[in-house]
Structure formats: C-alpha cells, structure tokens
C-alpha cells in the first residue's frame, strides 16, 4: 500500500469508529474494535493484496500473517505502550494502535522463523536458500563463523550469486580476513556490473521456504561502500597498528 492509501485507510477506520462508538475514550475494548474495523476496510480496499495473501505458497515455516492480534496479551501490551500519550480515540491513534502491532508481531515472528530456520538449515547442505537464510541470522547475531560456513554452502551450489559472494566478503571482514573480503567484494561488484549475477534459487521442495524470509539485499552501491570501508581498515591498520609493531622489535 502507497502511504496516500495508508492515510485514506486509516482515516476510513476513525471515521467508522465514531460512527459505531459512542465514547472516545482510549480502553483496551477500543484497540479491539480498531482491529474489527481495520480488518473490514483492508479487506474492502485491498483486492489485490488479500488475493496474494489467500494465493501465498503453503509452507512449514512460521506466516507472520497468521498473527492473531485480537489476544488479551497483544492489546495489554498495546496499550500499555500508548496509554501513557493517548487517552482519547483520534485518526493518530489509530495508526499507532497498527503501527505498534506490527512491531509487536514482527517481533513475535522472527522468534519463531529463527527458531524454523536454526532447525532445518543443517539437513538442507544442498540447498542455497536456505543455508543463505541462515546465513544472514547467524550474520546478524555476529555469529560470523557459523555464518560463513552456511555461506560457504550455499556458494557450492551457485558461485555466481553476488548476494552470496557480498555475503561472504562481510562475513571475512569481521573475521579479520581482509584481503579474501576484498576479492569476494570485487567478485560480487563484477557479478553486478557485467549482469552476469544469478540470483539465490530455491530448487527443494516448496514448503520448506518461508513466506515472508528475512533477507539481505546487495548493489553496486553497496560493495564499493563497504570497500571503502575496508580501505580505511587497512589504512588505519597501516600508519596506526603497524609503527606499534615496528617499535618492539630488537
């Protein structure tokens, strides 16, 4: 949805609201009728969308759209969020109330997709996706090892994704690796630049692969950032650490 959309919608939902409820006042049975009525205006505006979500692949992983929102813990914790700002129904707290949500169930779902994930990665050695996936969990706990070796799995099944080889790179440089890093960065910056980059692909059998996966996304741009800032590490290395170890010898 564009953020005009967002803001028709969410302007729709106060509007019911105030139709249907005779007090503004900001309780934990109001966060339940915002949910009922956001429900029918996403339903009624969004075609396309809800036909995606009925269309998605059926998968063994965790659906953040199987989120249930209507708990007594989720609108506890939504208004104990809010409550302390809001005391009255208005078009802004309608968007905080599914603002808040969201963050409440992206939280909740990445729990449960790094719990899927940790469990199934090591029985898929073949399959790049997912060792890709797990990859980028290990890489953003700066669990760099494990990260790397998944990495390294998947790079057997297809060494001509930039994304993998990117990957890599980053993964040597918290290694301390830093001139393997910079040839994985050139390879992944020459995969993009001579189009000649093979995105991951998922060749097993479709419901082990997430819906909604938390991935890393590369470019051009990217790799040489972060070969600039392998430049400075080794400049840094160069006329700050190297004099320390001149100055001890005999």
């Known amino acids: 949805m ?3 959309n967002i803001r028709k919608s969410i302007q729709e939902i106060y509007t019911n609201y105030c139709e249907r409820v005779y007090t503004d006042e900001f309780t934990l049975d109001s966060i339940t009728t915002i949910f009922d009525i ?16 009925y269309n998605r692949q059926p998968s ?12 007594l813990d989720r609108a506890l914790a939504i208004y104990e969020t809010l409550a302390p700002k809001y005391s009255h129904i208005n078009a802004e707290l309608v968007q905080k109330v599914f603002e808040v949500n969201s963050k409440f ?30 990859a980028v969990l290990f890489y953003e706990e700066r669990n760099y090892q494990e990260a790397l070796k998944c990495i390294n799995f998947a790079l057997i099944q297809n060494n001509s994704s930039s994304l993998f080889t990117h990957i890599k790179g980053l993964c040597l440089i918290q290694l301390g690796e830093f001139e393997s890093a910079r040839t994985y960065l050139y390879q992944a910056l020459f995969l993009i630049e001579l189009l000649q980059d093979i995105p991951p692909r998922l060749h097993g059998a479709p419901e082990i692969y997430p819906n909604y996966p938390i991935e890393y996304h590369t470019s051009a741009d990217l790799v040489r950032n972060d070969l600039n800032k392998l430049d400075k590490v080794d400049s840094f290395f160069d006329f700050h650490v190297m004099p320390l170890f001149a100055g001890q010898s005999v």
């Open 2 to 4: 564009t953020s005009q």
């Open 38 to 53: 956001g429900n029918e205006i996403f339903l009624k505006n969004n075609d396309v969308e809800v036909e995606k979500i």
């Open 60 to 71: 063994n992983a965790p659906d953040i759209m199987d989120d249930e929102p209507y708990s």
């Open 105 to 134: 169930a992206w939280k909740d779902y990445k729990i449960k997709y790094k719990e899927y994930i940790y469990s199934i990665y090591q029985e898929h050695t073949n399959d790049e996706y997912i060792n890709y996936l797990a």
